[in-house]
C-alpha cells in the first residue's frame, strides 16, 4: 500500500514539473524530424503481410532537437553537442575496427567525441565494462587514424585525396573470436563526381578487401564496385554495386532509385540478385 503511495506522489511531481514544461515548448523551440515508410510491393505482392493495422504499415522514426540537445528514437540516443565535443547515451552501442569488425558486445553505454583540428578523437564505454578509443590526425593531404577495444582488437587507417580521387588503406587485426576475423587490410580508390557536372555526393568507388580468419579458415577476399547517387533526372537517384567474393560462385548486384515526388514525399525502388534469387520492392517514404 504504501508502495502505491509512494508511486502516486512520484507520478504527480513528474507531472508538475514536466506538463507545463511541455506545454511551453512549440515548433518554435524544438526541431523535429519524423519519417513514414510503407512498403507498396515487394516479390511477395502487393502489400505484403500487411494487415491493415496501424502497426503494421506504419514505422515511425522521430528525432528531436533543441539548443545542444537531441535525441532519437531510430538509433535509441539523447546527445549533448558542444561546439568541440559531444556525448552521448545509447540504449545500444558498440565499437568496430573499421570495416573489419572485431567489435565489442553491443550494449547501453556512453560515447565521448571531440573535434581538436587537426585532431578528433572518440571513446565508447558500455555497461558490459567494454570499450573501445580511436583518433584521426590530418596533416596537409594525408590523415591518419588508429582505433583499438577492449577485445585486444586494433587497426589503423590512412586517407589521401588526389585531387577528384580518395585513396584510402585500412589494416585490422587482434581479438578474434570463434569464427571472427583475425587480421584483414582494404584498399579502397573513390572517384567523386561532384564538380563534374553532377550535384550531391555522387561518387564511383572501388575496393579490395582481404580477411583471415583464425584455425585454418582460408582467406576472403571481396571485390566490389559501387555507384552513389548518380542523377539519372533532376528528381531522381540512382544507386548501385557489385560484388564477387571469393568462394561464392555467384556475384552479387544491387540497384536502388530514389525519385522525390513532393516536398518530403520519396519512392525508392530496390532490386538484387544474390546466387540467382532476385528480390524487389517498392517504398514510399513521408519525411515531416
Same mark, same amino acid.
Given at each position: 500500500?504504501?508502495?502505491?503511495?509512494?508511486?502516486?506522489?512520484?507520478?504527480?511531481?513528474?507531472?508538475?514539473?514536466?506538463?507545463?514544461?511541455?506545454?511551453?515548448?512549440?515548433?518554435?523551440?524544438?526541431?523535429?524530424?519524423?519519417?513514414?515508410?510503407?512498403?507498396?510491393?515487394?516479390?511477395?505482392?502487393?502489400?505484403?503481410?500487411?494487415?491493415?493495422?496501424?502497426?503494421? @504499415?506504419?514505422?515511425?522514426?522521430?528525432?528531436?532537437?533543441?539548443?545542444?540537445?537531441?535525441?532519437?528514437?531510430?538509433?535509441?540516443?539523447?546527445?549533448?553537442?558542444?561546439?568541440?565535443?559531444?556525448?552521448?547515451?545509447?540504449?545500444?552501442?558498440?565499437?568496430?575496427?573499421?570495416?573489419?569488425?572485431?567489435?565489442?558486445?553491443?550494449?547501453?553505454?556512453?560515447?565521448?567525441?571531440?573535434? @581538436?583540428?587537426?585532431?578528433?578523437?572518440?571513446?565508447?564505454?558500455?555497461?558490459?565494462?567494454?570499450?573501445?578509443?580511436?583518433?584521426?590526425?590530418?596533416?596537409?593531404?594525408?590523415?591518419?587514424?588508429?582505433?583499438?577495444?577492449?577485445?585486444?582488437?586494433?587497426?589503423?587507417?590512412?586517407?589521401?585525396?588526389?585531387?577528384?580521387?580518395?585513396?584510402?588503406?585500412?589494416?585490422?587485426?587482434?581479438?578474434?573470436?570463434?569464427?571472427?576475423?583475425?587480421?584483414?587490410?582494404?584498399?579502397?580508390?573513390?572517384?567523386?563526381?561532384?564538380?563534374?557536372?553532377?550535384?550531391?555526393?555522387?561518387?564511383?568507388?572501388?575496393?579490395?578487401?582481404?580477411?583471415?580468419?583464425?584455425?585454418?579458415?582460408?582467406?576472403?577476399?571481396?571485390?566490389?564496385?559501387?555507384?552513389?547517387?548518380?542523377?539519372?533526372?533532376?528528381?531522381?537517384?540512382?544507386?548501385?554495386?557489385?560484388?564477387?567474393?571469393?568462394?561464392?560462385?555467384?556475384?552479387?548486384?544491387?540497384?536502388?532509385?530514389?525519385?522525390?515526388?513532393?516536398?518530403?514525399?520519396?519512392?525508392?525502388?530496390?532490386?538484387?540478385?544474390?546466387?540467382?534469387?532476385?528480390?524487389?520492392?517498392?517504398?514510399?517514404?513521408?519525411?515531416?
Amino acid at each position: 500500500m504504501k508502495k502505491g503511495l509512494v508511486g502516486i506522489v512520484v507520478l504527480a511531481i513528474v507531472a508538475m514539473v514536466c506538463v507545463p514544461t511541455f506545454a511551453a515548448v512549440t515548433h518554435e523551440t524544438v526541431d523535429w524530424e519524423a519519417t513514414l515508410d510503407w512498403t507498396i510491393f515487394d516479390e511477395t505482392g502487393i502489400m505484403p503481410d500487411a494487415s491493415y493495422t496501424t502497426a503494421d @504499415l506504419i514505422v515511425v522514426d522521430l528525432t528531436l532537437s533543441t539548443g545542444n540537445w537531441s535525441a532519437s528514437t531510430a538509433d535509441a540516443f539523447i546527445k549533448y553537442t558542444a561546439e568541440m565535443a559531444n556525448i552521448g547515451l545509447y540504449a545500444a552501442t558498440d565499437y568496430d575496427i573499421y570495416d573489419f569488425g572485431m567489435g565489442i558486445a553491443e550494449a547501453q553505454g556512453v560515447t565521448l567525441g571531440a573535434e @581538436l583540428a587537426p585532431m578528433s578523437l572518440d571513446a565508447v564505454y558500455t555497461r558490459g565494462s567494454e570499450y573501445g578509443v580511436g583518433g584521426t590526425y590530418t596533416a596537409d593531404q594525408l590523415t591518419v587514424g588508429a582505433k583499438y577495444n577492449s577485445t585486444g582488437a586494433y587497426g589503423v587507417e590512412l586517407v589521401s585525396p588526389v585531387g577528384p580521387i580518395t585513396l584510402t588503406g585500412q589494416y585490422g587485426a587482434g581479438g578474434a573470436l570463434l569464427g571472427a576475423v583475425e587480421s584483414g587490410y582494404l584498399v579502397k580508390g573513390s572517384y567523386a563526381l561532384t564538380g563534374n557536372g553532377y550535384t550531391g555526393d555522387s561518387a564511383v568507388t572501388l575496393q579490395y578487401k582481404s580477411t583471415k580468419a583464425p584455425l585454418l579458415v582460408p582467406t576472403t577476399t571481396e571485390i566490389s564496385a559501387e555507384l552513389v547517387d548518380f542523377p539519372i533526372t533532376g528528381t531522381t537517384m540512382l544507386g548501385a554495386t557489385v560484388t564477387s567474393t571469393s568462394g561464392v560462385s555467384a556475384v552479387t548486384v544491387t540497384g536502388t532509385t530514389v525519385t522525390t515526388l513532393a516536398d518530403g514525399v520519396t519512392l525508392t525502388l530496390d532490386i538484387a540478385s544474390t546466387a540467382g534469387t532476385l528480390t524487389y520492392s517498392g517504398v514510399i517514404g513521408v519525411s515531416l
